[in-house]
């Protein structure tokens, strides 16, 4: 059975990770076939761009590390995710998607996958680049875009 569950809100019966059951950064997202954490995310007025890109804005971003896990029982690969499936808000509600430039050398490498496909017992790691203007505060990431949410990590 494929584990392709990246748009379903409960991931194979286990209930979201939403508002009052959020998670922090760091912590686990259990689904049925699959483990996902944000382990760290870097403001954009905080990141450190390599000087060629300082006053470009498509660079501009706040950068989080993402790692997905699939179970060892998972029967075959995880597949459906990507660097898509995660949004960023801020404050008032803004959201902002994962930025469509300076792939090359920014952000640090690697990049999360565009196309996910985990084989059981095997994880993904890597970094994904939110376009956000430097004067904005990132408040939270969001798993399952934000239409289709299964989880929510805060940041404190």
């Given amino acids: ?93 803004g959201q902002y998607q994962q930025a469509s430039s300076s792939w090359d050398v920014w952000p640090p490498r690697p990049q999360f996958p565009a196309e996910l496909n985990v084989a059981p017992g095997q994880c993904a790691r890597g970094w994904i680049l939110f376009s956000v203007p430097a004067d904005t505060r990132v408040t939270k990431i969001s798993n399952g875009g934000s239409d289709r949410p299964t989880a929510e990590w805060l940041l404190q």
């Fill in 1 to 93: 059975t494929n584990q392709s569950s990246a748009g379903s809100s409960t991931e194979s019966g286990n209930p979201a990770n939403l508002g009052n059951k959020a998670l922090k950064i760091g912590q686990w997202r259990e689904g049925t076939g699959i483990r996902t954490r944000v382990r760290s995310i870097t403001q954009s007025a905080d990141v450190k761009l390599p000087s060629y890109l300082v006053g470009d804005s498509e660079a501009q971003g706040a950068i989080a590390d993402i790692e997905m896990c699939a179970r060892a029982s998972t029967e075959g690969p995880i597949t459906g995710y990507s660097h898509r499936n995660f949004v960023v808000f801020d404050a008032d509600g």
